[in-house]
Nanobody, 122 residues
Framework: QVQVVESGGGLVRPGGSLRLSCSASGRAVGIRPMGWFRQAPGKEREFVAAHSSLGTGTYYADSVKGRFTISMDNDKHTVYLQMTSLKADDTAVYYC???????????????WGQGTQVTVSP
């Protein structure tokens, strides 16, 4: 399993920016890709972005492409999500997890951390 701690969420106005962080530990950390997911009220959790643990490859959901940037500090087993041009639709609890494989939108584990709340509101 993996243990994660997400942080960096908050309240921001439309058009603003936030940087999320996720520290991970446990099996497969540093081997499997790491990704961000989010869950808005009343909606299912959805994939946001992922980063290879073995290189620099990244991929994104269409809804955030060009606005969000995922990066990783592999030595610290930490993944970041830089969010810019935030919209009300980005309001959600953001979670991180390992990915089952690079290019996938599926998390490796079905257990989740507490997440970090991002609220975009005037």
């Amino acid at each position: 399993q993996v243990q994660v701690v997400e942080s960096g969420g908050g309240l921001v106005r439309p058009g603003g920016s936030l940087r999320l962080s996720c520290s991970a530990s446990g099996r497969a950390v540093g081997i499997r890709p790491m990704g961000w997911f989010r869950q808005a009220p009343g909606k299912e959790r959805e994939f946001v972005a992922a980063h290879s643990s073995l290189g620099t490859g990244t991929y994104y959901a269409d809804s955030v492409k060009g606005r969000f940037t995922i990066s990783m500090d592999n030595d610290k087993h930490t993944v970041y999500l830089q969010m810019t041009s935030l919209k009300a639709d980005d309001t959600a609890v953001y979670y991180c997890n390992l990915m089952d494989k690079f290019g996938s939108r599926v998390a490796l584990y079905d257990t989740w951390g507490q997440g970090t709340q991002v609220t975009v509101s005037p």
